[in-house]
Nanobody, 122 residues
């Protein structure tokens, strides 16, 4: 069974940091595309960052560029999202998703995690 489990969310003050983890099981991590998304109450889901596990290429939304860093540990089947200089507008449920295409930031993802809440207080 394919599973993605996010962890690392929580409450942090503005300017603080959090590191989210996305642990994958049930499939081989190599050659997968992994994406981080977020959804705030009343807003549409937003793509935050993505990484191609095959070549390590990455992408960041303009809203997080320079503050967030995505990385992959294929040996652990885990993708991380290091979030620094957090702002109240980063408050959302963060989801990771995986797709076997291997392409960076595919349009659709086959597998999704359950999400982890990130709350940034001002």
């Amino acid at each position: 069974e394919v599973q993605l489990v996010e962890s690392g969310g929580g409450l942090v003050q503005a300017g603080g940091s959090l590191r989210l983890s996305c642990a994958a099981s049930g499939f081989t991590f190599d050659d997968y595309a992994i994406g981080w998304f977020r959804q705030a109450p009343g807003k549409e889901r937003e793509g935050v960052s993505c990484i191609s596990s095959s070549d390590g290429s990455t992408y960041y939304a303009d809203s997080v560029k320079g503050r967030f860093t995505i990385s992959s540990d294929n040996a652990k089947n885990t993708v991380y999202l290091q979030m620094n200089s957090l702002k109240p507008e980063d408050t959302a449920v963060y989801y990771c998703a995986a797709d076997p295409s291997g392409r960076l930031c595919p349009i659709e993802y086959d597998y999704w995690g359950q999400g982890t809440q990130v709350t940034v207080s001002s």
